[in-house]
């Protein structure tokens, strides 16, 4: 009787298991994520094209203008473009004259490029100084591609959500990158604006650093 009952209840358990399993497939996969919606709405689709700043109507990054969180992707990335290309790459540039003057100075004048070069010396800061321009080139670097393929990928795909010749599985993907793209945004612009100032003290305080040597140099010639 005993066994009887134990079958007749793990019969009705596993029945229940088995309408409980096509209840949930029953329901849209929004409902299956703690709440996360996959659908990605018109608005938030909206705020993600604008966030790109590539739409024809949108302002992109001019002189003169100072970083903010209102600002979109392609100023912020317009930013990081006009530090990395003249402010690091002009500064590398002109570590990399110096660093050849040295190196004519050797030839031309061992004693005087032995005062310039040991201890605190002219190559000692070079080298920290270079070292400190590829890391931060680096960075930023990393930072603008990462704006610039969000941003991009995001605006060439802002029809494929409700694009009825995508499957139902193929429109939630594109929904949830493109919120995926929008979150990496939102996490670089603020960083950016935290840091700008430092980095802009930092190209300021190494400017003064290389026209010094440069001038030291000049002093060196016969």
């Known amino acids: ?8 209840m ?5 029945a229940a298991a088995l309408s409980a399993l096509l209840f949930l497939q029953a ?3 929004e409902a299956l994520a703690d709440g996360e919606r996959f659908l990605i709405s018109e608005a938030e689709l909206e705020a993600a094209v604008a966030l790109s700043g590539l739409d024809e109507d949108a302002t992109g990054w001019h002189d003169g203008m100072t970083p903010s969180e209102n600002m979109n992707a392609a100023q912020i990335a317009g930013y990081l473009e006009r530090l990395i290309e ?3 790459k002009g500064l ?10 040295l ?7 061992p004693q005087r490029y032995a005062e310039l070069t040991s201890g605190n010396g ?3 800061q070079l080298d920290s100084l270079t070292a400190n321009l590829r890391a931060m ?4 670097s990393y930072d603008h591609d990462e704006l610039v393929a969000q941003s991009d990928y995001i605006y060439t795909n802002r029809n494929a959500p409700f694009n009825a010749e995508y499957s139902e599985k193929e429109r939630i993907q594109y929904g949830r990158s493109i919120r995926e793209a929008s979150e990496t945004i939102r996490a670089i612009i603020p960083a950016v604006v935290q840091h700008y100032p430092s980095w802009e003290q930092s190209l300021a305080r190494w400017y003064s650093a290389v026209r010094w040597m440069a001038r030291s140099l000049i002093r060196a010639e016969p």
């Open 1 to 8: 009787m005993k066994g009887e009952v134990r079958q007749d």
């Open 10 to 14: 793990f019969k009705r358990f596993l």
């Open 27 to 29: 329901l849209p996969l």
């Open 86 to 88: 003249h402010d690091l």
């Open 92 to 101: 590398m540039d002109t570590a990399q004259d110096v660093e050849k003057a």
């Open 103 to 109: 190196a004519d100075l050797l030839l031309s004048d």
């Open 122 to 124: 002219a190559l000692a």
């Open 137 to 140: 080139m680096d960075d930023l």
